[in-house]
Nanobody, 125 residues
C-alpha cells in the first residue's frame, strides 16, 4: 500500500523559509518520479518542482525557480522541498506526488498516480 505523508507546513512572514517533507511508504523514492504541487481554493493544482530518478535531474516552475529546491534522502525514503524567500503568493496547500511511469508532462496532475494529503503553507506580508 502506497502512502505519502507530508509535513513541515506552517505560517511564516514574507522573506522567510520553510522545509517540507514527504515520507514515502510503499514506493522507493529514488526509483520514482517525485514532485511537489500546490493548490489554492478555486484554482487548479499546479506543479512546483519535480525530481527524476536515475540521475536526479530537476525542473522547477518559473514562479519558484531560484527560491525552491527539491531533493531526496534515499536512506530515509523522503522527499523534501526547501522554500526560501517566501512570498504571499506562495500561500497554498502543498502536495507530494509519485509516479513510476515517465509518461506525461511533470506539471500535470494526471501524470501522477500517488498523492499525499497535503500540508498548508501560509505566507503573510
Amino acid at each position: 500500500q502506497v502512502q505519502l505523508v507530508e509535513s513541515g507546513g506552517g505560517s511564516v512572514q514574507a522573506g522567510g523559509s520553510l522545509r517540507l517533507s514527504c515520507a514515502a511508504f510503499g514506493v522507493t523514492v529514488p526509483f520514482f518520479r517525485m514532485a511537489w504541487f500546490r493548490q489554492v481554493p478555486g484554482k487548479e493544482r499546479e506543479g512546483v518542482a519535480v525530481l527524476y530518478p536515475s540521475g536526479g535531474s530537476t525542473v522547477y516552475a518559473d514562479s519558484v525557480k531560484g527560491r525552491f529546491t527539491i531533493s531526496q534522502d534515499n536512506a530515509k525514503n523522503t522527499l523534501y522541498l526547501q522554500m526560501n524567500t517566501l512570498k504571499p503568493e506562495d500561500t497554498a496547500m502543498y502536495f507530494c506526488a509519485a509516479e513510476w511511469s515517465a509518461l506525461g508532462h511533470w506539471s500535470r496532475t494526471q501524470s501522477f498516480r500517488y498523492w499525499g494529503q497535503g500540508t498548508q503553507v501560509t505566507v503573510s506580508s
